[in-house]
C-alpha cells in the first residue's frame, strides 16, 4: 500500500511537470516535404522532413525561421511553408494510475545495473519508435490503459539500456505526440539507423486469454535481424511465443534501413498488461533485445 500512495505522489509531480510542456502555438505544415534544419537558415543541415497536414509545438522564433518540435528533436523551419495554430493542446494525463512516472523509473534501472551482456553495441545507431502518440492512443488495455503511453515508456527503458551497451539511440517521439507513419520513416531514413525497431502492444479483446510476442519484418534482407532479436525477446520472457512473420506494414516497406515491428505483449489480457506495467518486464524486453542485436551484428 506504501508503494500506491508514493505512486500517487509521483503521478501529481509528473502533472504539474506536464503542464509546462504545453505549447501555445503550433505549426501547421502547408510545404510538401518541408526540410526541418539545425538553424535557423537554409546553411544549416536538414535533419527531417515534415508534410502536411502534421502540426508540431512552436518552440521558438528568430526572424522568418522557428524552432519546432519534431520526432524526438528540435528543428527549424522557413515561416512561408506553415500557418500558426493557436492551440491550446492539453497534454494528457490520462495515465493509468498504477503506472509510475520515468523517474521511477530510472532509479530503479540504476539498481539493476547487473545487465552485463557479453559484447556490446558501441556506435550502433538505432532508432526506436513507440508507436501511436497523441490523438492516435492506439490499443487500450484491459484495465484502460493507452498502448501509445506503454510504447512510451518501453522505449525509454529500451534506450537506457542499449545506451549502457554503448549504442546511440534515437527516439521518434519522447512525449505523448502524435507523428504520422511518414516522419517516423524518414526519422529513421536520416538517422542512418543500424536498425529501426517500432514498439507496439497487441489487443484482442474478443480473446482476453491471448497473450505473447510477435515481431514483423518485411524485408527478406531484415529476416536474420528479426529471428536474431525475437529469439532474444523470448529467451528473457516467459509468455508465449508468437513466431515472426513477413508482413506489409507502412513503416517497414517504406523504411529503407533494417527494421522490424514488435508486438511486446497483449494488452487485453489483464495478466499481460500488468507485466507490461512493470519495470521487470519492459527490462527483461530491453536484454532480450541487446541480446539479440549483438547476435545480428556479429
Ligand atoms: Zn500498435
Redesign the pocket.
Known amino acids: 500500500m506504501k508503494k500506491v500512495s508514493f505512486v500517487t505522489i509521483v503521478g501529481i509531480v509528473l502533472i504539474f511537470s506536464m503542464s509546462v510542456l504545453i505549447y501555445a502555438k503550433e505549426a501547421q505544415i502547408e510545404g510538401e516535404n518541408l526540410n526541418v534544419r539545425t538553424g535557423p537558415g537554409t546553411e544549416y543541415d536538414v535533419i527531417a522532413q515534415v508534410n502536411p497536414p502534421e502540426n508540431y509545438p512552436i518552440l521558438e522564433e528568430s526572424g522568418d525561421w522557428v524552432k519546432i518540435q519534431v520526432t524526438g528533436e528540435e528543428g527549424w523551419i522557413h515561416k512561408d511553408y506553415f500557418s500558426i495554430l493557436e492551440s491550446e493542446t492539453s497534454i494528457e494525463t490520462e495515465e493509468p494510475e498504477q503506472v509510475d512516472d520515468g523517474e521511477t523509473e530510472k532509479a530503479k534501472i540504476s539498481e539493476s545495473k547487473e545487465i552485463n551482456q557479453s559484447g556490446n553495441l558501441t556506435g550502433k545507431r538505432i532508432v526506436i519508435d513507440p ?2 502518440g497523441g490523438r492516435d492512443v ?2 487500450i488495455g484491459a484495465s484502460e490503459g493507452y ?1 501509445s503511453l506503454y510504447t512510451l515508456r518501453t522505449a525509454n527503458v529500451m534506450k537506457e539500456i542499449l545506451e549502457d551497451q554503448g549504442a546511440e539511440v534515437f527516439l521518434t517521439r519522447t512525449r505523448d505526440q502524435y507523428i504520422p507513419l511518414t516522419s517516423r520513416v524518414t526519422f529513421a531514413n536520416l538517422h542512418r539507423a543500424d536498425v529501426f525497431l517500432s514498439l ?2 497487441n489487443s484482442t479483446p474478443e480473446y482476453p486469454t491471448v497473450k505473447g510476442i510477435d515481431t514483423y519484418y518485411y524485408s527478406d534482407r531484415d529476416q536474420p535481424l528479426a529471428e536474431y532479436v525475437h529469439e532474444g525477446i523470448i529467451s528473457q520472457t516467459d509468455t508465449s511465443d508468437r513466431g515472426i512473420e513477413q508482413r506489409d506494414l507502412q513503416v517497414l516497406r517504406t523504411n529503407h534501413r533494417p527494421s522490424l515491428l514488435l508486438e511486446l505483449g497483449f494488452i487485453s489480457n489483464q495478466t499481460e498488461e500488468m507485466h507490461v506495467q512493470s519495470i521487470v518486464y519492459l527490462e527483461a524486453i530491453s536484454r532480450g533485445i541487446v541480446a539479440g542485436l549483438q547476435a545480428y551484428f556479429k
Open positions: 508507436g501511436h492506439g490499443a498502448e507496439h502492444y
